[in-house]
T-cell receptor, first 113, second 114 residues
Framework: DAGITQSPRHKVTETGTPVTLRCHQT?????MYWYRQDPGHGLRLIHY???????DKGEVSDGYSVSRSKTEDFLLTLESATSSQTSVYFC????????????FGPGTRLTVT | KQEVTQIPAALSVPEGENLVLNCSFT??????LQWFRQDPGKGLTSLLL?????REQTSGRLNASLDKSSGRSTLYIAASQPGDSATYLC?????????????FGQGTILTVHP
């Protein structure tokens, strides 16, 4: 499982509240990613990080921000949650070496009411 | 913009059958292609990765092929078992970008019945 954990695993929150999801990895991988998975849309990249304090936007970044102050932790924040952000969120890392193979965490199911 | 399509969307087969899952992509300038398995309520498990310079990769009963020129990859599962029931996803990795953006297909839901 490449040593990836996500917390919380499930969360229900109200519209307008801020929410932070955490991804933790134990193997010092440089690249980390946040995806969301929705029926009919598949998996889509939200943000990614290529090092401590180095982050960039993916294809569906509006309404989300990220931070990476330590190699092992990548945080995803919903500044003001909306119902359209109800989804399953996956964190991933890119393995070291030349294959660029990605490994995924177990996911966080977020419901915004 | 890369688009990845998986056909069929769902497949139901009896145990023991050999089967093929299809993945097509519109931009052939990929770095590699990765196949995943996802069980209900779970994360993605990496099955096979094929580099753009390779034609196929094998792992146990799984064989994945890649034809860049036609924009196609197939996942062959031999002697299917009920435990193979899951959603299978393919993802094409963009070439020329250091962060290795993955574009996913919608997946094929496989059911293998005893």
């Amino acid at each position: 499982d490449a040593g990836i954990t996500q917390s919380p695993r499930h969360k229900v929150t109200e519209t307008g509240t801020p929410v932070t999801l955490r991804c933790h990895q134990t193997e010092n991988h440089r690249y980390m990613y946040w995806y969301r998975q929705d029926p009919g849309h598949g998996l889509r990249l939200i943000h990614y990080s290529y090092g401590v304090k180095d982050t960039d936007k993916g294809e569906v970044s509006d309404g989300y921000s990220v931070s990476r102050s330590k190699t092992e932790d990548f945080l995803l924040t919903l500044e003001s949650a909306t119902s359209s952000q109800t989804s399953v969120y996956f964190c991933a890392i890119r393995a070291s070496g030349g294959t660029y193979e990605q490994y995924f965490g177990p996911g966080t199911r977020l419901t915004v009411t | 913009k890369q688009e990845v399509t998986q056909i069929p969307a769902a497949l139901s087969v009896p145990e023991g059958e050999n089967l093929v899952l299809n993945c097509s992509f519109t931009d052939s300038a990929i770095y590699n292609l990765q196949w995943f398995r996802q069980d209900p309520g779970k994360g993605l498990t990496s099955l096979l990765l094929i580099q753009s310079s390779q034609r196929e990769q094998t792992s146990g009963r799984l064989n994945a092929s890649l034809d860049k020129s036609s924009g196609r990859s197939t996942l062959y599962i031999a002697a299917s078992q009920p435990g193979d029931s899951a959603t299978y996803l393919c993802a094409a990795r963009a070439g020329g970008t250091s962060y290795g953006k993955l574009t996913f297909g919608q997946g094929t839901i496989l059911t293998v019945h005893p």
